[in-house]
Structure formats: structure tokens, C-alpha cells
């Protein structure tokens, strides 16, 4: 089963997808993609090209996406719920299975704590993926924890 996770973002979107082979998962492709500024809008077009060739090319059974928690910023967290939306948009036209997570559940599903620390998260991803110890930009970290996380959730 191929499980994709997606942090979502406006400037910058981690995205990663894993296989699930028995009781082992395998790495497929995993980044970020980067959106150069412009208004909101046009990110937000991007946006959904860059999801609808991806959903297209992996056509994953499951696509995990993290929910939006908490934010300090309101703009940011606006122009965050934004993107979210596309990113669910595209995903329901695909016909992908959707699971939300937050933060929490994430941290809890990967790393065993709730409120594991970033580093710990990116630590036991790269453990359970067999990943070398490379230094990989947050929103991608981020995403392989999702589809990890993903992967466990049992329907």
C-alpha cells in the first residue's frame, strides 16, 4: 500500500510517500516543494498543479495531512488553513483515502510521545525508513512522519 504524507504550508510544502510491504514500510520520494512569493492566490494555483501531478504519478491509497493546530501568527495561519484546503480538494478529486492528524498524534504514532521533540521525530523516522543521517529541510521530516504516521492508522 503506498502512503503519502503532506505538511502543508504556503511558502513551503514537505511531502513524502512510503510503501507499506507487511510489517515494513520503504521510502518511495520525499521533499519539499517551494513556492516563490506572489500573491496568495497564485501560490495557491501552484499549489494544486503540484498536487494534482503528484497524486497522479505516486496515486497513493492513503494520504495523510497534518491538521493546523495552533498558530501564533494569524495571517499565517490563514494563508496555512488556505493551502490545507487544497490540498484536501485535490486529494477528495483523486479519490484518495484522507486520515488528519495533528501534531500530537504524529509525535505519538512515530516517535511514541506526544510531545516528542522535532529531532526525535526526524530521528525515528530515519530509523524506521532506513534513512541515512542527512540533513533534510523540517517541512520534508515533517511529511515522512505523517506518512509513517498514516501508514499506522487502522481504519
Known sequence: MKIAGIDPGIARIGYA??????????????????IPSAKNTDRLVVLESLMVSFLKKFRPERVGIERLFFSTNQRTA??????????????????????????????????????????????????????????????????IAIAIAASKHVW
Open 17 to 34: 510517500v512510503v510503501v507499506a510491504e507487511g510489517n515494513s514500510l520503504r521510502p518511495e520520494t520525499f521533499g519539499t516543494w517551494e
Open 78 to 143: 490563514m494563508a496555512v488553513a488556505e493551502a490545507r484546503g487544497v490540498i484536501l480538494l485535490a486529494t477528495a478529486k483523486a479519490g484518495g483515502s484522507i486520515i488528519e492528524l495533528t501534531p500530537n498524534q504524529v509525535k505519538q504514532s512515530v516517535a511514541g510521545d506526544g510531545n516528542a521533540s522535532k529531532r526525535a521525530v526526524a530521528k525515528m523516522s530515519r530509523w524506521i525508513l532506513h534513512l541515512p543521517d542527512a540533513s533534510t529541510l523540517d517541512d520534508t521530516t515533517d511529511a
